[in-house]
């Protein structure tokens, strides 16, 4: 997370998981003016691009595509902000030890359907891994590894992992993967340091006192 003004096409990937980078596509979101970074179907084209999600090749198609049909472009971005918000919610819960709202789960059921209906093992030459039929123009298809990433997250044994932020007004999500789960920042550069200044100064204060 960084004070300066970010756009989906080029954030901090800190989540550690395809899923909580999507979560994370809002700045300041524990804060009481959250700042969007998904503000229309362009710029999820430009976060599936800075995921890997699609190449630029697939992307010109799909912001072609959307240009011939803006009402379903716009439906395809309101969805991702529903499931978005919901993969948000959900992990907060988890990370709190508390069971997800059940319309949340909904929302992510919902989008995996689609997902799980286009989805296919493809040999890589060296190996296989999950591939998207029928992918080159459907406008909805950056939600399909979201919703598959959210699912294995919950499904998996690193569950436990998903942390939310202690700055108190970032909320970014991450998996933490250290060795006593003792991570508590999405960046120990940005929130890290800005808190232990915080802290800092703080003590500071008081022994002045």
């Not at 969007?36 to 190449?55: K, P, Q, R, S």
């Not at 700055?167 to 999405?186: A, I, K, P, V, Y």
Request: proline share 2%; aromatic share 8%.
């Amino acid at each position: 997370m960084t004070e300066t003004t970010l756009n989906a096409g080029n954030m901090a990937l800190l989540g550690g998981v395809l899923c909580l980078d999507f979560a994370n596509t809002v700045n300041w979101h524990r804060s009481e003016h959250p700042e969007e970074l998904l503000n229309d179907y362009g710029d999820l084209v430009a976060w599936a691009v800075h995921t890997d999600i699609v190449n630029e090749d697939k992307a010109a198609i799909l912001l072609e595509e959307a240009h011939l049909q803006p009402a379903e472009a716009s439906d395809v971005h309101e969805r991702a902000i529903a499931l978005r918000e919901a993969i948000y919610r959900i992990f907060v819960a988890i990370s709190t030890q508390q069971r997800p709202a059940v319309e949340d789960m909904e929302i992510l059921n919902t989008e995996i359907q689609p997902a799980l209906a286009h989805g296919r093992i493809v040999d890589t030459g060296d190996g296989y891994t999950w591939d998207w039929a029928d992918n080159d123009q459907a406008l909805d298809h950056i939600l399909w590894p979201v919703a598959r990433s959210a699912a294995d997250l919950l499904a998996s044994a690193k569950l436990d992992r998903a942390r939310q932020c202690a700055d108190e007004r970032c909320g970014w999500l991450f998996l933490d993967m250290s060795r006593n789960r003792s991570r508590r920042w999405c960046s120990m550069e940005e929130c890290g340091n800005r808190n232990k200044a915080r802290e800092y100064y703080r003590r500071r204060k008081q022994e002045h006192v």
